[in-house]
Structure formats: structure tokens, C-alpha cells
């Protein structure tokens, strides 16, 4: 199932939520979700915000109204290209 899930979320490059992933998949969300964590701990996904930026890069995620409304992105890391500053 990993594997299907990283293969579905390459195909998606603006990334996929818990819920969309469930659906597409047709698993149950907390075993969804526990993929999705094992996969952000091994750097193999990205956590980010509806808005599209990493909710590892902020400070705010226990109290963002953002996340809290629409939920978490999960994009692969390899599709994410780091700006120079």
C-alpha cells in the first residue's frame, strides 16, 4: 500500500489531503494516516498547508485556523524545488 500511495501522490503535484487519499485508496483514514506519518518521518512526504506551504516551516501549526479548517497536504518531497536565497 505504501508504494500505491506514493505512486498515486506523484501523480498529484499540488498534493492530496488524509481524506482525498482514503477515498482514492478505499482505506480507512487512520490507516491512511499512519502511512502518511511513517512516510513524512522517512522524508519521503511533505506535510503541507492548503495554501501550499510546509507547515514544517512554521511555527504556528498546534494553533493554525487554516489547518484547522482544511486540513494537511501531503505532496512527495522529491517534486519540491528549494528557492535560493
Do not use: W
Amino acid at each position: 500500500m505504501l508504494s500505491q500511495l506514493l505512486s498515486l501522490l506523484s501523480e498529484k503535484k499540488e498534493g492530496l489531503s488524509l481524506f482525498e487519499i482514503s477515498r482514492v485508496m478505499k482505506a480507512q483514514p487512520t490507516a491512511v494516516a499512519s502511512m502518511l506519518e511513517l512516510l513524512v518521518q522517512k522524508g519521503k512526504l511533505l506535510e503541507i498547508g492548503p495554501d501550499g506551504k510546509y507547515c514544517a516551516d512554521c511555527g504556528q501549526v498546534s494553533d493554525c485556523n487554516l489547518l484547522a479548517v482544511h486540513g494537511k497536504r501531503y505532496v512527495l518531497a522529491s517534486q519540491i524545488v528549494v528557492k535560493a536565497e
